[in-house]
């Protein structure tokens, strides 16, 4: 069910408003689950109607919101004791993601 609204989101998204909210619905739908934002991007990309530049892009932002949630949930549930000994990894994670995304949006416009 959840892929049904993510792919309807990402439809919509994309023909109302353009590629760029397409980043929006990824971080939202990204949060609580990855495999929708990613089926979903990748059948646009299949049929033509994504570049597949961008879809990588939107799938990774998807990944580093769920990443950037389950930290947010290991605080929550856990408290400070495990947070500090798993934030550097996912702290990692986050990190290369951002570089990865800055990195390649510099080499695309330069």
Same mark, same amino acid.
């Given at each position: 069910m959840l892929y049904t609204v993510v792919l309807l989101a990402v439809a +919509? =998204? @994309?023909?109302?408003f353009g590629q760029g909210t397409l980043y929006a619905v990824a971080a939202v739908s $990204?949060? %609580?689950?990855v495999d929708a934002i %990613? &089926? #979903?991007t990748s059948r646009? !990309? @299949? #049929? $033509?109607m994504? =570049?597949?530049d961008t879809g990588w @892009? !939107? !799938?990774l932002v998807g990944a &580093? +919101?769920? &990443?950037g949630f389950k930290a947010g949930i290991v605080l929550a549930? #856990? $408290?400070a004791r495990l947070f500090r000994w798993v934030i550097p990894y996912f702290g990692a994670a986050l990190a290369a993601g951002v570089l990865l995304l800055l990195f390649w949006g510099a080499q695309v416009t330069g």
């Open positions: +919509a =998204a @994309r023909q109302h $990204g949060l %609580t689950d %990613t &089926l #979903s646009l !990309i @299949r #049929s $033509g994504l =570049a597949s @892009r !939107i !799938i &580093l +919101a769920n &990443l549930v #856990s $408290g």
